[in-house]
């Protein structure tokens, strides 16, 4: 069974700072990884996917990257901001014929001005 | 593109009671999943639908049941509702590009559910 960490549980940074989140997975035999961004009580955003063959992505001031043998991720954040504030959820679809997201329980990141 | 939409927005209801939530995908977006998300917890998936046939299945009870119309849009209907069902729950949608291959999935805002 697929099981998706998180570290930290929460994070505080002053504004600025670049910072990175981790997340691992216990079985590397993964298709897809997807970070989200979720407001308080809000849906989730798609921030970032990254295929099973590719090693990073990258988005504006966001950079994800992937290392499957591993069964880890890094979502890096540049010049963090006030509003980056937010849960950040890692998840994974876990290999071929499965349709499901495996979601971690998210990093809690506050971005203080 | 009005993106995922989900209603209601808020629901509360007591236990033993029933619900109905909806969900329709983006434009162009043929398939819906449906996951639970408690309190300081990550989404578990529920189940997906596509061609309007339920495809895959997470480990939840027979109390939880879904559909999917020809439009696309789905509802997940929860029966004897208990106080642990309490939570947001998130409507997906994605399409399929290959059979077989998951696709990248887009969140609607969520139900809040309380049951009392």
């Known amino acids: 069974k697929q099981e998706v960490t998180q570290i930290p549980a929460a994070l505080s940074v002053p504004e600025g700072e670049n910072l990175v989140l981790n997340c691992s997975f216990t079985?590397?035999?993964?298709?897809?990884l997807q970070w989200f961004r979720q407001d308080p009580g809000k849906g989730l955003t798609s921030l970032l996917l990254?295929?099973?063959?590719?090693r990073e992505q990258t988005s504006g001031r966001l950079n994800a990257s992937l290392d499957k043998s591993s069964g880890r991720s890094t979502l890096y954040i540049a010049a963090s901001q006030p509003g980056d504030s937010a849960t950040y959820l890692c998840?994974?679809?876990?290999?071929?014929?499965?349709?499901?997201?495996?979601f971690g329980k998210g990093t809690k990141l506050s971005v203080i001005p | 593109d009005a993106g995922v939409t989900q209603s209601p927005t808020h629901l509360i209801k007591t236990r033993g009671q029933q619900v109905t939530l909806r969900c329709s995908p983006k434009?162009?977006?043929?398939?819906v999943s449906w996951y639970q998300q408690a309190l300081g917890q990550g989404p578990q998936f529920i189940f997906q639908?596509?061609?309007?046939?339920?495809?895959q299945r997470g480990n939840f009870p027979d109390r939880f049941s879904g559909h999917q119309f020809p439009n696309y849009s789905s509802e997940l209907n929860v029966n004897a509702l208990l106080l642990g069902d309490s939570a947001l729950y998130l409507c997906?949608?994605?399409?399929?590009?290959?059979?077989?291959?998951?696709?990248?999935?887009?969140f609607g805002p969520g139900t809040r559910l309380t049951v009392l």
């Open positions: 434009s162009g977006h043929d398939t």
């Open positions: 997906a949608s994605s399409f399929v590009q290959v059979i077989g291959v998951p696709n990248e999935q887009f």
């Open positions: 990254i295929q099973s063959s590719q």
């Open positions: 639908y596509y061609e309007e046939e339920e495809r």
């Open positions: 998840a994974v679809y876990s290999g071929a014929g499965s349709y499901q997201l495996t």
């Open positions: 079985d590397s035999a993964i298709y897809n």
